[in-house]
Structures are given as C-alpha cells and as structure tokens.
C-alpha cells in the first residue's frame, strides 16, 4: 500500500491534481482512499490531499508518507518528518528544500516550453505515475474527464515530459478495483438521496453540506428535482417540510450552525407527523467553530433537539457505502413512520474519497403515502402502530389538515387533556415499530476479544485498521462495536458485547465522550477509558493504536 | 354564500375583522369555481392564523413566520394546487419579514392575504411592524417609536407583481381583490386593513372608514413609480384597490424542472437515470 500528500497554497491546483491521480490509480486497479485537508480561505495558506492506494480495502487515512508532491516550500517543512527514508519530494527545481529525497524538476521552464504554465500540475502527475511503474495508457484515457478539450494535448505532453524525467521506483501493485466506483461522501449522500427519490432539495449553504446541495444540483433537471438555494436554514427546512407535506419526498441538509436554526421546525415535523429527512455534516462548534474542519459533536444536540417531546430517528454515516444506503433508508423511515429523520455525517466523511463496490439502487424501496380513502379521513387518526393514514392534499376529495398546534385526530386545535395524552401517546408509539427496524453496530474483529473499542460515524474507517492492526500485534484482544443507527440506540448487540469485554473503550471526534454518555443513560454500561479527539482533525488508525498501546 | 367550506365555531373575538376576512375568502373560492380539495391555505401562528382552521380546504398550519417558505415549496411540488396564505402583519412582516422579501423575489403563483391590524393580537397587544408611532401598548409603554413598515411599498420595491390593499370593512371590494390576486399569476399580495377591537385603539373602523378610498378606473396599476407614489400614501388618506400589477414570469416557468407543466408530486423517480448517475463514478 502507498501513500501520497499533495500540498501547497490553496488555489494552487492540489484538488484538479488529486482529482486526477485518485482516478488514474483506481482505473489502474488500486483500492483508493483519499481525504482533504483544508483551510477556511480561498487562496494561500496551507492545503493538502493525502492519497492512500493499494491491492487490499483501504479504511482510513495515514500519516505515514511514501511520497510528497509539494506545490510549495511550506508543504516540504510542514510534512517532511512523515516522509519514509525511502520516499520522495517531488517539487519544482524553484524551492529551497536541501532533503535529500527531493526530486527536483524545472516545472516553469519545462510548462514555458510547452507554451502554458498552467501545465506544471500535468508534469508532476506524469512523473507520480513513472515512480509508481504505471503506464501512461490510462492517463490519456482519463484526462478529458478533467481537463476542457483544448488543453488536452498539452497537458498529455507535459504528462510525458514529466514521465520521461524521472525514473520508476516503487513496484507496481496489481490490484482489482478498476471497475470499482470512486465516490466522496458528499456524492454518495447525493446519489443515495437521488436513487431514493428526492425531489425537492433546500438549503443554504453552509461548510461543509454545501457540496450535496450541488451535487444534486448538477443532476436536477436529469434526475427532475427541484434544488432551490433558500435565504437561510429556516426558510430551507420549512420549505423542505412543505414540499414533503404537498407529496414530494423533500431534504434538507446543513452544518450544525445551521441545524440549530432548524431546530423549531424539526418539532414541528415531529408533532405535524410530516417526513423530513435532514443531513447534519458536522464540523467543529460552536458558532462557527473551524468551518473546514471535522468533529463528531453535535450527537447530543440532534437527538434532543427542539422543544418538547416526539419521535425521531438519527442515524451516523460510517462509511462511503452508509453515505449512499443509509441516506436512502432514511427516506424511507421518514415516509413509513412519519417523522424527522436525521442523518450525522461530518466533514471528514463528506469530503473523502473512496473505493467502493457500485451501489445498487434497488437495495432499498421507499414507501410512498397512500393515494386512497374511503370514509371520514382522519389525517391524525389513532391507530395502534402510531401511525395515520397520509393523503397527499390535492389528490383526492379529502382536504388533508397539518397542525403545528396540538390538535385532534382530524388536525383541528385542540387544547382537550385527553385528546393531548391520547396524541402524544398516538406519536410515541411509532418508536415500537422503529426499535425493532434498527441496524445493530458493526462488530469488528474475532470473539475472545478483552478490549473493545466503541465509536460511531466515521471513525469506522479508523477503528476497523486499528482493530486489524491490534490484534496482529496483540494476538487477536481487541473488537470494536461502530454505531450507525444511532437513536434510539439498538442495544442488543452492545450489551451482548459488552458483557464479554474486560475494558472498554469510546473512541470519538469530541470533548465530552457524547457516545459514551448515550450508552451509560440507556444502558449503565460504564467505559474504562476514552479516546477523545477535538482538535478539528480526523482521528486515524495508526492513532488509535498508538493511544491504545501507549496511553491516552 | 354556499356552504362548501363550511362554518366553525372560532376563537376569535367579537367583532374582529378576521370574521369578514374569512368570509370574503370563502365568497371568493366559490366565485371562483374552487372546490376544498384543490385549495391550500397556509398560515404561521397568531390570531389571523388561526384561518386555515376555519375554512374547509386542504390546511397548513405551520410555524410563527414560517408560512411562506412552506406555502411555496407545496406550490412548487403541486402547481395544480390553488395555494393561500391567510395570516398576520406580525407573522409575515416581523418574524418572517426575511421570507416577504425573498419570496417576491422567487415570484412562485402564491395569494399572501395579510390581515393588517397594525397590532400583536395573540400575545396580547404589543406593537407589531405597522403600528404607528406613538402606539402606547404594555411593552411599548411610552409610545412606539419606531416608524411603521409600509409593507405595500416594500412589495413593490422588491420587485412584487401583484400589489394590492383592501380593508376588511368593505368586503365587495375584498372579495374582489382576493379574486384578482389568485387568478394573478405569480406572488400576489393583498394587504389588508383589519381593525382589532380589542388591543387597537388607535386604528378603529371609524379611524380606517374616514380615510380609506378606492382607487378609479382611470388609475393606472402598470406605473412603477406612480404605484410607489401611491403606496406611501397612507395617512388621512388611504387608497385601495390593486396599486401595482405587472405581469412577470413566475418560478414554475424559470425553473427547467417544473417548466413542463407537469406538477413535481407527479414525476416519478427513473431507476435508469439513476443508474446513469452512478455509473459516472466508475
């Protein structure tokens, strides 16, 4: 397995080079794996790509670096300490660096030549793909994805001439993932919402969410939906909840800031029973936090967000699959059961790349409302699974009435005890048919374990290579249990575990162990220890080993 | 008046000006052909919307400030639903003043009806945006003083198509102006003058009777800067009537999805476009 950092100044093209390079070894074969690294500023300061690829999955990013393409001085002083002996710096002949690893190529005067500096980036990647032994077939294949039609033919010279200026150093790995999908966390959330038939999408955009926003944009009028930019999150989200409640199956999504301009009306679908399926991609609060940055902080927020008291179903996205299935499933959950679904993604997942098996669109179905009814209707009717039967206004002789009020079963105001009791009763009941719905953990490692790690969201990428890892080093002591399904929280699995493990651990991107605390309110499980990371930056594999084996 | 969207017992207060409101809008949806079912009538909180629970048609009944955005997401995913919005001068010009602007901008074929009682009614008197200045109520203890809004103008300086104020005193002159601004094509507002008996003492049906007119024939509703002239006018004397109407293209024309004619609630999700999606990623 490789790995490579991209790094330099932001608008110095590390995401088209990244792009280009991540592509061009999963088309080679490879398993690719990729995260993002960025500042809150549009030009300058300090960016980089880290790009992880071999024969075998990937899970989680490494700081541990086969190979540095520094765009600028800052990317050599700031990342060389990671750098295998054996590993290289590939920079333009320009910077200062006296590393012995460098490699250095007259880029400007080679781009000059070829008649446009702009190339420099196309240089660097021909000389990547030598020192990885790759041929540069694939290279000329791909190119037009990226690069307008004009520019091709120089940039596939510049490809070369950097191809032909170095010479290959690392054996190449054959590997079987060529007919693989390569796909963001964003795209994948964007793809899942797609398939599941989102129709109508609002939102205002806010790090790092907006990217779904756009993703479904750019497939709006192929895939007939309707995304409309609202003028802030209050708008989006009730905009959101009219479009579901008019029939369509509608989303919304944000970064916590936002969420908590939401949370008046995440009540009100909860009371007025109107699907709503909402993606929170976190990021470091509060207020405005580290914009760019990753955390895992807003579970305690989301699951008791907003007044009173209602149903609700959140759910974590572990991985690039989840991205897609679960954020199909919550349309569904938000249609069958009638409430607000939200979905806990968070920068580091919403912006990484990876590998993955091709999705398949029919792996989930989404129920839709009822389109007949006979007889007085009810829009609130009692019913013993708690949930009433929906009409979609404007397609029967029915008028369907929604309440934000508390109201009767046919959605008049009411301010009756009984009617109230019986109404809460009436939404609380869904949650018995939800409980039995929800996806146990996945449990990583053997049976034997001792220790057992518990984490959620995206650090199972991380905990899946640090249980491997673990337990080559510790004869097989270690399993780790990732929660996707959230809240409610599937207990089954947990305590089942739980009762087998000597010491257990959470593992979490926040300051307060938010897991933690669910598990011990749900269940009286108490945690040994905790590893905790709050410092803007994804926790990874290589770190939870080290904080298991060598302290916290 | 037939009976199609029923009577309900209300919780409004004796001779509040909601009463005339929702019987104008009843006598309107019946002139105008609609039956219960195509009709939506949103609203947000406050006593004005507490309308959607007395009309029998299809009710949203939604959040302090929030009708708007919700009322034109419905109308977007349906187009075939006739989509109206019935609430107060506090709910669309404070809480939700944000969404008034940003609305007209959208231009979705909407009916706002603002029932305009320069007064918080449900929380019990306070001074809502249109009250005037010197307003004594128990917050503003010393007389409100801050200037109203003039919501008619910011409409038309926003760019609005249909602008229109009426006053739930004259209902014939309502009815007609709900009638144009459904049948307008696009956000229409119609702001409407409505006394509050119980915490308005300031601004009666004496007080808007001696004032308000309406406008002639000859008036002409096409005029920009005529229009704005003629909305800041509000003081001894009070125009109603349309004060400005242009047609402009509305959001289900603009918008490359919907510009087919067929509702959203209709299209149905094509597993083969999303198979293309995906395959992009391979």
Redesign the interface.
């Known amino acids: 397995m490789y790995n490579i950092l991209i790094g330099g100044a932001a608008g110095q093209g590390i995401d088209t080079t990244a792009a280009i390079l991540e592509k061009l070894f999963k088309v080679s074969g490879y398993n690719v794996f990729s995260v993002k690294d960025f500042m809150s500023r549009v030009r300058g300061g300090h960016n980089f790509s880290l790009i992880r690829f071999g024969a075998e999955a990937v899970y989680s990013y490494s700081n541990i670096l086969d190979g540095i393409v520094a765009l600028d001085d800052t990317t050599v002083e700031l990342h060389k300490e990671q750098l295998k002996d054996e590993g290289f710096i590939l920079c333009d002949s320009k910077l200062i660096t006296t590393d012995e690893r460098a490699i250095k190529i007259d880029m400007k005067e080679m781009a000059k030549k070829i008649g446009n500096p702009r190339v420099a980036g196309s240089i660097s990647i021909g000389a990547v793909l030598k020192l990885f032994n790759e041929s540069l077939d694939n290279a000329r294949k791909i190119l037009p994805q990226f690069i307008k039609k004009e520019y091709i033919a120089m940039n596939v010279e510049a490809m070369e001439d950097g191809y032909e200026f170095v010479s290959a150093r690392f054996p190449r790995i054959t590997g079987t993932y060529a ?5 963001s966390g964003t ?1 994948a959330v964007a ?1 899942g919402a ?4 989102v ?2 999408y ?1 939102a205002y955009p806010m790090s790092p969410s907006t990217g779904i926003m756009e993703s479904i944009a750019a ?8 995304v ?1 930019q ?3 999150e ?3 989200v ?6 579901s ?4 199956c ?1 989303m919304t999504g944000t970064s916590g800031g936002g969420f908590s301009l939401m949370v ?2 995440l009540g ?1 679908a909860g009371i007025a029973e109107i699907p709503l399926v909402v993606i929170d991609v976190q990021r470091p609060g509060p207020a405005t936090g580290l914009p760019t940055r990753t955390e895992q902080s807003d579970l305690d927020f989301v699951r008791s967000a907003s007044q009173g008291e209602f149903p609700r179903m959140v759910i974590a996205l572990r991985h690039i699959n989840d991205a897609f299935y679960q954020t199909m499933r919550a349309f569904d959950i938000a249609e069958r059961y009638q409430l607000p679904v939200i979905l806990l993604s968070d920068q580091y997942l919403g912006d990484s790349l990876a590998t993955a098996v ?2 398949e ?2 792996k989930i179905k989404v129920a839709r409302p009822l389109s007949d009814y006979t007889g007085k209707y009810l829009r609130y009717k009692y019913t013993e699974n708690g949930i009433s039967p929906r009409l ?14 508390e109201h009767d079963e046919s ?3 009411t301010e009756a005890a009984d009617v109230r009791t019986k109404m809460v009763n009436k939404r609380m009941r869904k949650l018995t048919g939800l409980c039995e719905e929800l996806q146990e953990p996945d449990f990583i490692g053997d049976e034997g374990f001792d220790t057992l790690l518990i984490g959620w969201g995206s650090v199972w990428g991380a905990l899946k290579e640090a249980v491997n890892t673990l337990s080559k080093k510790n004869k097989k002591k270690y399993a780790a249990l990732v929660f996707g399904d959230i809240f409610p929280l599937p207990q089954k699995l947990l305590k089942e575990k739980a009762a087998k493990a000597k010491f257990i651990i959470n593992v979490e991107q926040n300051a307060t162990g938010q897991l933690g605390k669910l598990i011990r309110e749900e269940t009286q499980i108490r945690f040994s220890d905790s590893i905790l990371k709050y410092d803007g930056r994804q926790i990874s594999g290589e770190e939870i080993v080290q904080r298991v084996m060598g302290g916290r | 008046m037939t009976d199609s969207f029923c009577t309900y017992e209300t919780a409004w207060c004796p001779g509040c000006g909601n009463f005339a409101i929702i019987d104008c809008l009843k006598t309107a949806l019946e002139e105008l052909g609609k039956s219960p079912s195509e009709v939506l009538v949103a609203a947000g909180i406050g006593q004005a919307a507490k309308t959607p629970q007395y009309i029998n048609t299809n009710a949203f009944c939604g959040l302090h400030g929030r009708s708007l955005p919700a009322a034109v997401a419905a109308k977007i995913a349906n187009e075939k639903l006739t989509v109206v919005v019935n609430t107060g001068d506090g709910d669309s010009y404070g809480e939700g003043g944000n969404h008034f602007i940003h609305n007209i901008r959208r231009n979705v074929d909407i009916s706002h009806f603002v029932h305009d009682n320069q007064i918080y009614g449900l929380t019990k008197g306070q001074a809502s945006p249109t009250s005037m200045q010197g307003l004594i109520t128990g917050v503003q203890v010393d007389g409100n003083i801050n200037e109203p809004l003039n919501p008619v103008l910011v409409a038309i300086a926003s760019g609005a198509g249909f602008v229109a104020r009426s006053f739930s005193g004259r209902k014939k002159h309502l009815i007609e102006m709900m009638k144009q601004a459904i049948n307008y094509k696009g956000y229409a507002l119609v702001d409407i003058l409505q006394p509050c008996v119980s915490f308005n003492k300031v601004n009666t049906f004496g007080w808007y009777n001696k004032r308000v007119y309406e406008l002639s024939n000859e008036y002409d509703t096409a005029d920009k800067i005529a229009a704005m002239n003629m909305a800041m006018q509000f003081g001894d004397k009070i125009p109603l009537g349309v004060i400005y109407k242009q047609e402009k293209p509305v959001y289900h024309r603009k918008n490359k999805v919907l510009s087919d004619g067929i509702p959203l609630v209709d299209k149905k999700t094509n597993p083969q476009v999303v198979r293309k999606l995906l395959k992009a990623y391979i």
């Open positions: 007919d693989h999908m390569l796909i795209n793809m797609i398939a599941a038939g129709k109508f609002s497939k709006a009028d192929e895939a007939q939906i309707v409309e609202a003028e802030d209050i708008a989006a009730n905009m959101a909840i009219g479009a409640y008019a029939g369509v509608a008046e009306a009100f091709p999705f669109c029919s979609i206004p404007g397609k029967s002789d029915q008028v369907v009435i929604v309440d934000s009020d959605g008049h105001i």
